[in-house]
Every structure is written in C-alpha cells, then in structure tokens.
C-alpha cells in the first residue's frame, strides 16, 4: 500500500492522493487499507517515516563508507543522499518527510524538518565528537530549512535537479556550519 501511495503521489500529487486510488493501485480491497490506516494523512504519514528511515538508513551505510568522519564530509553526503532521493526514491519528491501532507506529521510536537535537523545534529555529534549545544541545535535547525528550500529549488529549475543550484546548496550549508562546528 506504501508503494501504491508513492506511485499516486508521482502521478498526481497529494491532493490527488485517496485511500480509493490507493486500494485500487495496490489490488486490494478498500477495507485493507482501512485495516491499516483511518484516512490518506495516516498513510502518508507511514511513507513519510519510511523515507526517514531510509533516509537514515542510506547515512548509516555513508557512515561505514567513510574512513574519515569530518563534518564536511558527512554534511556533503548527506544533502548527495537526500537528492539521490529526490532523483530514485518514489513519491519522495512530493512527500519528503511528510511536509507536504502535514508540517507534523513525524511528530506531533514538532514540525518535520526539525526532527531531520535533531537527528543530523545527533550524527554529527556522535560521529564527530564535537560538543552539542542549543546553537548547534539552532544552526542544524537553519540548515536543513535551507537545504530542503535550496534543493526544492533545484529540482523547480530541471526534472533532476540543477546541479549547480545542489552544488551552491553544499557549499552555503558547509560554510554556514563551519562557524558552529569548527570552534
């Protein structure tokens, strides 16, 4: 039902998502979809955790990849993944981490760039060793807003993103950072 959800929101968008059109792009009967979700924000709701954790996933392979854990770096890799995303990943373009649906959606007391900014800021701190602190917090918060309005950008200016906007997007994040991360 996931990947029914993901195709319709490729084709036509969350407002042309429904828990009709997914029941019948699954082949499976309305109550099925029903059983699992109350309404089409639930099963959104489900991909958009989904993406998150692929999303973690893909950075927990980046992790064991990488011999050197520099910020730099993983900070680079990241956006590369969340636009490899953008590019492979179906429905992620529209729903991301559920914004598009609800700006709470991930979680209920915060809006879902801030829980992707809390758990990049964690990855970072772990990784790297570097102290963590309610500016860090606040620089990750600003930096995963800029990244997600950047890369949106980018793929509004080409089909797979305009590689220089994600290239501009890298080093104005990088920079940003550098002023909290390399005290």
Known sequence: MLDACAEILDEAGYDGLS????????GVAIGSVYQFFPDK?????????????EFGDRIGVL???????????????AIDIFVEM?????GFRVLRFGDV?????????????????????ELIVQTTGVADSPELER???ITVESADA???????????GDDAVIGEA?????????GYLEQ
Do not use: C
């Open 150 to 160: 950047l890369i949106k950008m980018a793929f509004r200016r080409a089909a797979d």
């Open 19 to 26: 828990t009709t059109r997914i029941a019948q792009r699954a």
């Open 63 to 77: 992790l064991d990849e990488l011999p050197a854990r520099s910020w730099s770096q993983l900070v680079g890799r």
């Open 139 to 141: 620089a990750f918060a």
């Open 41 to 53: 924000r639930a099963v959104a709701q489900a991909l958009a955790l989904r993406n998150l954790e």
């Open 101 to 121: 649906a609800d700006l709470h959606l991930l979680d209920e007391s915060e809006d879902n760039n801030a829980v992707v900014a809390d758990r990049l800021r």
């Open 170 to 178: 890298k080093g104005l994040i990088q920079t940003y950072l550098s």
């Open 86 to 90: 953008h590019r492979t990943v179906p």
